[in-house]
Structure formats: C-alpha cells, structure tokens
C-alpha cells in the first residue's frame, strides 16, 4: 500500500474540495454515470460510497468499513477514516460536505494533497449515489471532537448541516436508499455483495470489511479481514484445486508513488487464470500491468532454465503458454493517475507500469528460483509437460484452423450453415441430438440461422489440456464452426456468428451438456462469454390445449396462471409435458424457441471471474468433497428435476 510517511499530519481541508461542474444529468441519463439502472447499476452505488472509504484507507487514515444492508433495502457505509470536510467551501459559500454531495466533479481527488491513489469515478461518486437515492444521511464525525449530519432527497440538501453530538474519533457514515423512481431493481444480493468485498479486503490487507445483512430475521454479518492479501487472495481461488507447492509465491515493489505486488501459485489443472488490478479496479481487459508480467515471466523462465540445462541447447523455449498453464495470479498495481482504456474502461494504459512490473519480476522471480530448488524442479517440470502437449496439438490446431471468415469448405459436415454472410446478423443453434437437430434444421429462418447438431462423447475439458479438446469429436465441430480457435490461439474478429445459442432438452442430461459447454466456453473462448455472445435457449415444459386453442409453458405456476386467467376448467384441457426437443415438431420449435419475435433466451454473464472459476471448478474438477458440499447447499432451490 502507498502512504506517504507524513500522510497522518497531511491536510485535508476545505480548500482543496475542487468544483469542477454542476450535477445536471445524472438523474436524467444514469447509465451513462453508473453503467445501468439494473441490479448491477443498483449495486454499482455501494460500491461508489465504500471506494471513498477505500481512498482513505489507501492514504493511511482508515482501517474499518462496514456495509450494512438495512431491513428496507437501504444501505449504510461507515468507516473509520479522516470524515469528509465540513467547513465553508472558500468558492461555493456553503458546507464542504454539501458540494461534495450535490456538485458532480467536486471532491479531494483531483490533485495531490489529500489523495496519492484513489478509485471510484474520481469525485463524482458521492455526488452521483447521492442524486440517484431518494434519500440520503451523511454523518461525520470531524476532528474538532464534534459529529455534523446533512440529510439530502433525490441530490438536493433538504437540511442545513447540523452538530449533532460530540465524539473522540473520526469517521463517515453515509445511510442511503436507491430511489424506486430509477431503478428496475431495488433488492440488493448479499452473496455477491460478499464477493466483491471479499476482493476488496484481500487487495487491502491492512483493512477489515464488516457485511452485515439485517433483512433475515438471524443477521449475517461477514468480518473480512486477510492478513496475508492476494496470497490469501490466490489461495482462496485454488481451495478446491490440487497445488504443486503450499504457499504462493509473493513478490513486490515501490517505486515513484507507485506500487506493485504480485502473488501466484500453481496447481494441477491445464488452465490459466490471471486476475489484474489497478487501484481496486479489477482490470478485466488486462492493459500494461499484465503485458508485463506476461512478457517477463517468459524471459525469466527461459533465462532459468537454460543457465540450469533444464531446456538442452537445441530445444526450443518455452513459450508464454507452457509457463502459465496451472497458474493462478493476482497482479495489484496502485498508482496516483491511472489511465483506463478499452469499450468498458478496464484496460491499463500506463506504460510506467509496464516497466515497474518487469523489473520486479526480472529481479524478484529469478532469485526465487535459486533461492528454492525443489519448488521450481516442480514448476519446471509442468512447464516442459504443458509444452510437449501443445507440441502435440499443433497439427490438429493447423486443421480446425480457417482462412478466412467467408470460406465454408472446411465446415463440419452436419453444420446447417446461414445464408448471411455478416457475423452481427447471424446466430448459430448448438443442439444436443440428432432428432432435435433435425427438427431446427426444419424450422429454422436459413438467412441468419445455423444449426449445428452434437454427436459423440462430450469432453469435460476442466480435466483435459488442449491436444484432447483438439482432438474430441464432439467440441471439434464447434472449434471449426465458430471459426475462432481457442486459448492462445482465439481471435475474435473471426466469429461466424454473434449469438451462440445452446439448445438442450430441459432435464439432467441437457443440463450437464449445458454445463459441459459452458466450461468448454468459458475455459478456451473466454472472450465469447465477456463479449455476451453465449445465450442458452429455454425451450417450453408444457403444451396446454383445449379445442384448436393452444399455449405454452415453462413451469407449473405458469400452467395454473394461464389456464385460470382463460378460465378453462381442469377437465377440459390437455397437458403435453416435452420430454426433449424431438418431440416438437419443427414447427412447434420455431414457435417457441427459435423465433426472435416469441422466444425467450438467456444470455450469458460474467459477474465475477473469481465466481465463475470457483463454480467450475467445484462442478466440473477432480474433488468430490466441493462439489457434495454445492450440491447439498443448493438442493432445495431445485425445482423441476426431470431424471
């Protein structure tokens, strides 16, 4: 962490709160502030209250935070840091906590006096919730021993700042509520919100997160604190995987009001998993932090390996996938003027970093590897196996391989390839079965819609490295479908087709194919699921009919709604309950799951990376215990279990 060693004396006082504009239309245009009015937007506001907690913990005044959900759906973020200012603002004439609160751009952020690293949005956070909450109560209390309250509607201060007690510590609370007015949600999910302040306590390790949930009538209240930061961070994410070496290997640097740590550790399984941060931001897009590690772990195990004869004279490098196959890491950079870049603003952009990375890790990992001998004879060893595998999949890489986006000669026999030749109009069916497959064929638009049947074993690729995803009959044909190739070799731009939609019967067996592909997506065409590509369809439960009228259905509750909304007796209408997709005909599967004006389709999100690598794991890995223990945890949210 970055604290400058006179940052407990530092001042932050009125004069350095910056007004910049006035906050006009963030009630008008919120998506534009807060990325949606949805439940990601609903609990993208906690996040911009507690990043100002975070702030002050990163400038050394803060070392408590506790997020409250309230039985109302209201939320209350308190911590322990310096208090926002509360004198005359010297421009505005009026309460430094009021501009804070009602004048967008206006915060301690913008220059280096009260601040050396920061996250949020930069002095619109506080602002922004604020405009987009029916209410909102700050309180603070301020060094001169004294606790001041403002209380605020829909971003405008319906009271004077008031002194409402005396107090010997300093600190802010903010109690706020979202306003029904702006937001299609308003309940707010704890276990997510245990996710990603879980993250933020392990990439702040001097600080402890206290969740607390109020709603139930026993509250749950979670303390996260983890002394040992990303280590613990990476040994979080490899609890269910078999590790090569106990602890992971941590290393770290300072230089020029900059910082970098590094922490990772390998495990058995074939896959890779990086996770990047700057200033607590998780960096999905990766940027300059990650183009670093990349490049210099490469050399230094090559630099290792060859001083030490493990690669004889005459063979090859490892390249940077062979490295990194079973690696888990958390790279966290902080910085005082981070540039973000990319179509969501999670890229790095700050080249500095780059080199900061570099040198630490050409300094750093090296003499690791000296310094311990059996650990790296381990690493090595996974590394020379992971190379000799991708040695063996190359011609097999060399045949799923396309020329070009437009050519179809080397498409799989069974695909039921579109007409339309641009990928953004075109979408492409993955059915389980050869009679479903033919009824999509059927009922399909052939201008803009694929179908592509499976048949043979499905590969569970969590347990197998990239020779045998090459070589499995049965992924094969979606490879070479989709056009893009996978893992190190996956390029976007070549998609055939923007919606990737699987299609399986709605019982055990479809949703253990459902959920073998989505490994297989998630694991090698990773950017598929981040660009929102993968959607899966939900085909119909029921038929209801009476006389020549007709409905469908998906569950039973729907069944009892709908006949009762047309009052059809009991007796006087039939139920047909579809085992699978074959017993619609092509028609019927038009209707109901393949027509954009009728359908309903899900489609696939990445919520949390560090989630969606923990449930694969547990579903699809090795250990028995994990998945026992998912399983018992959830059994009674299952209903509709056809075995």
């Known amino acids: 962490m970055i604290v400058n060693s006179n940052n407990k004396n530092q ?7 910056q007004v910049l504009e006035g906050l006009e239309a963030v ?32 400038a050394g005044r803060c070392d408590d935070i506790s997020i409250i959900i309230c039985k109302d759906d209201s939320i209350i973020v308190q911590d322990n840091g310096g208090g926002i200012p509360v004198g005359i603002h010297p421009k505005m004439g009026i309460p430094t906590i009021e501009v804070v609160h009602t004048i967008l751009h206006a915060g301690g952020k913008f220059g280096s006096g009260a601040y050396n690293v920061s996250g949020g949005l930069h002095g619109v956070g506080a602002s922004v919730v604020n405009a987009l909450s029916e ?28 002194m409402i007690g005396s107090t010997e510590t300093t600190g802010t609370k903010t109690h706020f509520k979202p306003d029904p007015e702006v937001f299609e949600e308003l309940v707010f999910d704890y276990d997510s919100m245990l996710m990603k302040y879980r993250e933020m306590a392990f990439l702040n390790k001097g600080v402890t997160f206290h969740l607390i949930d109020e709603r139930p009538e026993e509250k749950v209240v979670k303390n996260l604190h983890f002394e040992g930061g990303i280590t613990s961070f990476v040994e979080f994410v490899n609890k269910n995987k078999e590790v090569l070496h106990p602890k992971p290997i941590y290393i770290e640097a300072i230089k020029d009001n900059a910082e970098v740590e590094i922490a990772l550790q390998y495990n058995d399984s074939y896959l890779e998993n990086i996770y990047t941060y700057a200033n607590n931001v998780a960096t999905t897009e990766g940027g300059t932090h990650l183009t670093g590690f990349k490049t210099a772990t490469t050399k230094v195990f090559n630099d290792y390996a060859r001083k030490y004869n493990i690669i004889k004279e005459n063979d090859k490098n490892l390249l940077g996938e062979d490295i990194r196959e079973g690696m888990t890491a958390v790279i966290s950079v902080k910085l005082q003027d981070p540039q973000f870049e990319g179509q969501t603003k999670t890229k790095l952009g700050n080249s500095e970093i ?19 001998p059996a650990i790296s004879k381990l690493i090595f060893e996974k590394c020379l196996t992971a190379s000799r595998a991708r040695e063996a999949a190359r ?15 080397s498409l799989p026999g069974k695909l039921a390839d579109c007409q339309e030749r641009d990928p953004s109009l075109c979408e492409i069916y993955i059915v389980e079965g050869d009679s479903a497959g033919g009824s999509a064929k059927q009922g399909r638009d052939r201008k803009f819609q694929a179908i592509l049947p499976l048949w043979g074993k499905m590969l569970n690729v969590e347990k197998s490295r ?8 049965k992924l094969l044909p979606i490879i070479t479908a989709l056009g893009t190739g996978i893992g190190d070799e996956f390029e976007i731009s ?35 699921v981040e660009g929102k590509h993968i959607y899966i369809a939900q085909p119909p439960l029921f038929r209801v009919y009476k006389g020549k009228e007709e409905f469908y259905a998906y569950t039973e509750k729907e069944v009892e709604r709908s006949t009762k909304e047309r009052s059809w007796e009991k007796k006087d209408y039939n139920i047909q309950r579809y085992k699978g997709l074959g017993e619609m005909s092509s028609q019927q599967l038009w209707e109901t799951t393949m027509n954009p004006d009728s359908r309903t389709i899900l489609q696939v999100e990445l919520e949390d990376a560090v989630a969606a690598d923990d449930i694969f794991t547990v579903l699809m890995g090795d250990k028995v215990e994990p998945r026992k223990e998912f399983i018992q945890l959830y059994a009674k949210n299952v209903t509709n279990l056809d075995i």
């Open 395 to 409: 011609k097999a890489r060399e045949l799923t391989r396309r020329k070009s986006v437009l050519e179809s000669t």
């Open 466 to 473: 990239i020779d045998k995803v090459y070589d499995n009959e």
């Open 27 to 58: 009630r008008k245009r919120p998506g534009m502030y807060i990325g949606s009015t949805s439940a990601r937007g609903l609990h993208h506001l906690v996040y911009e209250i507690v990043a100002n907690s975070i702030d002050e913990a990163l």
């Open 11 to 17: 001042s932050y006082d009125d004069s350095q709160i």
């Open 354 to 372: 780059r080199s900061l990375v570099e040198n630490t890790i050409n300094e750093k990992m090296f003499y690791f590897f000296e310094e311990n």
């Open 494 to 528: 070549r998609l055939r087709y923007h919606k990737v939609i699987i299609m399986a019967d709605a019982d055990v067996d479809g949703s253990h194919i459902r959920t073998l592909l989505l490994t297989f997506f998630y694991r090698y065409m990773k950017n598929l």
């Open 135 to 162: 209410f909102m109560i700050v309180e603070v209390a301020w060094k001169d021993g004294k606790v001041y309250r403002q209380r605020y509607e829909r971003g405008k201060a319906v009271t004077g700042l008031e």
